[in-house]
């Protein structure tokens, strides 16, 4: 009888990247604190986190964070001030973030690759598996992606990948994933990675997306694992050692995701995310749908 999988009780989401694409506004603000319509991104996160079930949250830190910890701390001068005018809808809105989970922080100390930041989790992690999420995608709460991969991870194993079909002209922004069929329609076997792949070369039309629930192996791995693409520490390049192992840390699977995932990880993607969760919100969507409206058939006239 096979011993009874480790529950996955913790996440990891790493931030500490310097969010060049968005200079001049990440020069002072930390990119996982842009607004999402009114909400930074970094809180949609945590959000999803903790919906899976996922309270204790580990983040990855550096240089010029310290608004993150702010964030998801109390901030007793605002509510007290909102209190005092009897603004409980502000006020509740305000502490919804320091109430969400248990938030840890660590510093990674240079940005040396996801890898490398997923390896400065391991004294908080331990033995247990863990899941990894990417404040870049926006997963919609309606479809619980992250939710089916711990129960992936907990029937069969090892570590679980979130891929997405992408655009072959796109798939160098990602990882690329060789998968094999199972018996699940949603689940493959990934037998290969390749960070980022040179036009016309990925193996398959899989894109990993930033949502990942990891053995422990991992960090050994890690630890092992020399500076590749971009000279950073990839966790691609560890997950291929895994990929081809059935034990050790092995095997590794992949959730083919179909649903709705907003991409914040550059200027024109941010825009339209914020665009499609505005349309969809019941106190801004309606107003704000008619507005769209005509501003898009006055520009079509012009």
């Keep these: 009888m096979s011993p009874r999988p480790r529950p996955v009780t913790k996440a990891v989401v790493p931030a500490a990247g310097l969010g060049t694409r968005f200079l001049p506004a990440t020069k002072a603000t930390p990119k996982e604190m842009l607004p999402v319509v009114d909400k930074p991104a970094i809180q949609y996160v945590v959000e999803e986190a903790v919906t899976a079930g996922l309270s204790d949250v580990l983040m990855i830190t550096g240089r010029n964070k310290r608004p993150l910890e702010d964030h998801f701390d109390r901030n007793y001068e605002l509510e007290e001030a909102l209190s005092r005018k009897g603004d409980a809808d502000r006020l509740a809105r305000v502490r919804e973030s320091s109430d969400l989970a ?8 240079a940005p040396q690759g996801l890898g490398h930041a997923v390896l400065c989790a391991e004294p908080h992690v331990g ?17 619980p992606l992250l ?7 907990q029937q069969r194993g090892g570590s679980v990948v979130a891929l997405m079909e992408v655009d072959p002209a796109l798939m160098h922004l990602y990882g690329a994933a060789a998968v094999t069929a199972l018996d699940e329609p949603d689940v493959v076997r990934v037998t290969g990675l390749v960070e980022k792949p040179e036009p ?19 960090f050994g791995v890690l630890r092992d694992t020399q500076p ?45 995310a914020i665009v499609r969760l505005a349309c969809e919100r019941e106190d801004l969507g309606p107003d704000f749908r008619q507005w769209l409206r005509d501003f898009a058939a006055k520009e079509l006239q012009d």
């Design 200 to 218: 016309g070369h990925a193996p398959s039309a899989y894109a990993v997306i930033g949502r990942y629930v990891l053995d422990p192996a991992v």
């Design 102 to 109: 248990t938030v840890h922080y660590v510093r990674q100390g």
């Design 147 to 153: 939710a089916r991969m711990i129960e992936v991870q």
């Design 127 to 143: 033995d247990a598996p863990f899941a990894v999420l990417l404040g870049d995608d926006l997963i919609d709460p309606r479809d």
């Design 228 to 272: 590749g693409r971009g000279g950073e520490i990839q966790l691609t390049d560890a997950l291929r050692v895994l990929a081809e192992r059935d034990e050790e840390g092995g095997p590794v699977h992949g959730v083919v995701f179909t649903g709705r995932r907003y991409d914040t990880g550059d200027r024109g993607d941010y825009l339209r």
